[in-house]
């Protein structure tokens, strides 16, 4: 979640390197702290949900390091094609600590370090797993952005290094939602990424999300650690000894796009609606629009499908966008710039009014969430159907 260029990248890859071959038979003194670092909301997309890293420090062996799960190279010549296809490489990188707050600094984004409550036996257990992981052959891993990522990756080194005698409390949930819920607080409604995501991703992220699975998010594994314990000789302590806050900017407020999804389906809206207002009252068919809505909805179709049985994506199948972005439209938009349309496209139109609403009915009973953005869409295409429909039968 942590914007890096390729200089950068090639830099901390040979670091990497080096600060192996030095701490290959270090242990941590008792002066030794490990603690989990929470930065908050960045300007870019993968940016928004804040980022989770975990930082070693000890002064008599002058380590002060930062373990990185969040590392990837979208300037690879597969980054996208892999990317679409659900094999998301990322990586674990290590690097001073400087550097990671010298990047918050300059992006205005507040810092907080949790110290963690360990034993020296645990804290070395902790630095010797992240030392693995982060050697070259193992430092890439598949992500996933809800199950699999750089907040998710602390929470469970946390989990391996204490085992039983860790407790994590649920209380720092106050209310049940579900995961589509809780990145849609991330990042605002009314934005192109919030549309992308929610029209590409299935209902999985519909359903109540457990306690563990809020701590995708970079604020809930900070506020998980807040109120989780530990047992030391019988004792319940706190997980965490001591909290600071390192770089104290205001968090960034998610905004609206200048030119944003809403204001361009509305105006198509109007623009629709007036045109087939027009067709209705003069006889006539605007082939272009019917072209032009059919097209896009049925590309939009394929890609979904493309997603839900073709790709690695664990949140993309049952999708129900698959309704109103009908991949079938694809070929039906060629039919509706023909001199003369089939009849029976004003059957298939009866369809598609019916899909929209039981699009409706998913929605209004939550069984899958769209985006609100939509509804001028939504209208628009009910309205062209019933059009469509009532024309091609006469």
Request: net charge positive; with cysteine; glycine share 4%.
């Amino acid at each position: 979640m942590i914007k890096k260029n390729t200089t950068l990248f090639f830099l901390l890859f040979c670091a990497n390197l080096l600060f192996s071959q030095i701490q290959e038979t270090l242990k941590l003194s008792t002066y030794s702290q490990i603690s989990i670092i929470t930065s908050g909301p960045g300007e870019a997309l993968y940016e928004k949900f804040g980022h989770t890293a975990i930082r070693v420090k000890d002064p008599v062996l002058q380590l002060d390091l930062i373990y990185n799960y969040g590392i990837f190279d979208f300037s690879g010549p597969s980054f996208y094609a892999d990317f679409t296809k659900g094999y998301m490489k990322y990586k674990l990188a290590k690097y001073p600590f400087y550097l990671a707050l010298k990047s918050a600094q300059q992006d205005k984004r507040w810092v907080k370090e949790q110290v963690l409550n360990l034993t020296q036996t645990q804290k070395n257990i902790f630095f010797t797993i992240l030392e693995i992981n982060a050697s070259p052959k193992n430092a890439s891993y598949l992500y996933d952005p809800y199950f699999n990522n750089c907040a998710t990756k602390p929470r469970d080194i946390i989990k391996q290094v204490i085992g039983n005698n860790l407790i994590f409390n649920n209380n720092f949930v106050s209310k049940n939602t579900s995961l589509r819920a809780l990145m849609n607080h991330e990042i605002h409604t009314n934005t192109w990424g919030s549309l992308g995501i929610n029209v590409a991703l299935g209902n999985r992220l519909d359903k109540t999300a457990t306690p563990s699975e809020y701590l995708y998010l970079p604020d809930y594994v900070y506020e998980a650690l807040n109120v989780a314990k530990i047992l030391k000789d019988g004792k319940e302590e706190n997980l965490v000894s001591k909290t600071s806050v390192l770089l104290n900017f205001d968090e960034k407020e998610s905004k609206s796009d200048a030119i944003s999804p809403f204001v361009i389906f509305f105006i198509l809206l109007i623009t629709g609606l007036i045109i087939t207002y027009k067709d209705y009252k003069n006889a006539t068919r605007s082939k272009w629009l019917d072209f032009a809505l059919f097209f896009t909805t049925g590309i939009l179709g394929v890609l979904i499908v493309y997603l839900w049985f073709f790709t690695n994506h664990s949140t993309a199948p049952n999708n129900f966008n698959f309704l109103w972005a009908f991949a079938p439209n694809l070929i039906v938009a060629f039919f509706l710039i023909q001199k003369k349309s089939p009849k029976w496209i004003a059957k298939y139109c009866m369809l598609l009014l019916a899909f929209l609403v039981i699009v409706s009915i998913i929605w209004i009973t939550k069984i899958q969430l769209l985006s609100i953005t939509l509804l001028p869409l939504f209208i628009l295409l009910a309205a062209r159907y019933w059009f469509l429909q009532k024309t091609l039968n006469s």
